[in-house]
């Protein structure tokens, strides 16, 4: 659990003081005095604060985002009593209006260079895998959820909507945001089945291990002092039978010891080409004590590198199509049974962290919430940066500054909005705490 609140609150200050920092810089750069820099929000207390000329820097306790405090400017402070004493050349309201939406804008554009830099990097360094359904073998495995929306054992989805997809994660992605077919190849023949509310949601709760490949049945390791074990069962060896029963697939071992659980059932094992039978018994759970082997899996895996300016100019795009897919995701919860429940806020997105430290998770994962970050910022929402976007370009275009009776009726409505949003997803995840 360390490591996964780790990895969150530590993505979360990188792009906090990064977007800060993108107003900072741009306010400072207009002669605009900066009176607090700070990284999550210090109600009533802050953890560190130290103050440097005319600015005091400081870290709070709540981490849900941060900021900074410009003079003269009307903000969640909502410090009045500085808006009624006589401007200063220093203060932001005597900018220009295209000055002021610089500033705005600042965070916004950092956060969405920022994902593309580590866009670039990662598709220079990494490239892109992806588990490929032109090598899929045996294809997915079928539960009786998955049976009831029209899908069996081994078939091989290919398209959403009549369009080919090569990757896995690309036709679940497809099929849950916008999908109202799925294209699947079945016994050389390719079938179409609907898409209905009720299939979007099962997608939605598997969390993307809907289609899960099957793969044959090789033994990687067995547990110490297991059932295997002790029957004799030892790393690639092949199990093709139980009972009897011919079992080609790792799925059909497990289901066909779930029917001998505390039982002794026997296994046909082909081990190094040689047939061999093997008695052993079967827990109260099922299971007898071995671990599948993954290279089935992983020569599935089809790898896309990139050279740097290949690198660089999907990076730049990266951004732009992660936007568009969580806009899409929040269209579909909207539409699928529960799908509220889906939201998730900091507890439940600790709970989606790895629980090992992991580079290129952590990378990947701030790459896309700083591009989720800029989106939420551009919202035309009274507090937000695009709020405040919003008023200055007003200014630019009819020549009219709104007057500071509106900026404060429209401060005080952006926090309404905003703390209302945040009770329902800290209260969503407390609930899905309890209740999961």
């Known amino acids: 659990m360390l490591i996964q609140i780790a990895t969150l ?29 700070f990284c999550f929000f210090d109600v009533k207390f802050a953890i560190w604060k130290k103050k440097i000329g005319d600015t005091v820097y400081g870290i709070g306790w709540l981490p849900l985002g941060g900021y900074v405090k410009l003079s003269g400017m009307i903000d969640e402070s909502m410090d009045l009593e500085q808006m009624k004493q006589e401007p200063k050349p220093w203060e932001f309201r005597v900018k220009p209006a295209w000055q002021r939406l610089i500033i705005m804008l600042g965070g916004i554009i950092v956060n969405i260079i920022l994902a593309m830099i580590i866009y670039a990097v990662l598709f220079i360094s990494q490239g892109k895998s992806f588990i490929d359904v032109n090598k899929m073998q045996y294809g997915i495995e079928a539960d009786t959820t998955q049976t009831k929306f029209g899908l069996q054992k081994g078939d091989i989805p290919v398209g959403v909507n009549g369009v080919k997809y090569q990757a896995l994660n690309e036709i679940g ?35 993307g291990a809907f289609f899960v490949p099957q793969m044959p049945t090789v033994v990687d390791s067995v547990v110490n002092n297991s059932a295997a074990q002790k029957a004799g069962l030892l790393k690639d060896d092949k199990v093709v039978a139980v009972d009897g029963f011919t079992t080609p697939l790792y799925s059909d071992v497990k289901n066909k010891l779930k029917e001998y659980k505390g039982k002794t059932t026997s296994l046909s094992i082909e081990r190094k080409g040689e047939p061999v039978e093997l008695m052993v018994n079967v827990g109260k759970d099922g299971t007898i004590g071995f671990s599948n082997s993954r290279t089935y899996l992983e020569s599935l895996i089809s790898q896309e590198d990139y050279t740097i300016g290949e690198g660089i100019a999907k990076g730049i795009v990266e951004p732009f199509e992660a936007i568009a897919t969580q806009v899409r995701g929040i269209g579909t919860l909207f539409q699928v049974k529960d799908g509220r429940k889906q939201v998730a806020g900091p507890i439940g997105m600790v709970k989606q962290m790895p629980k090992e430290w992991n580079w290129l998770f952590f990378w990947s994962f701030t790459a896309m919430i700083s591009a989720w970050l800029a989106f939420i910022n551009l919202l035309p929402i009274p507090g937000l940066d695009g709020g405040h976007a919003v008023f200055a370009i007003y200014e630019m275009v009819t020549g009219k500054k709104p007057s500071e009776k509106v900026l404060e009726k429209a401060q005080m409505v952006g926090v309404v909005i905003i703390l209302g949003l945040m009770v329902f997803i800290f209260g969503n995840d407390i609930v899905n705490m309890i209740f999961k």
Do not use: C
């Open 173 to 207: 992605k497809e099929a849950l945001l916008g999908g109202e077919t799925l294209d699947v190849k079945r016994q050389g023949k390719e079938v179409s089945l609907p898409i209905t509310e009720d299939f979007r949601t099962e997608i939605l709760n598997a969390k």
């Open 9 to 37: 609150m530590l993505s979360l200050m990188l792009l906090v003081m990064l977007h800060e920092l993108g107003h900072y810089v741009t306010a400072r750069w207009f002669g605009v005095r900066v009176e607090r820099f």
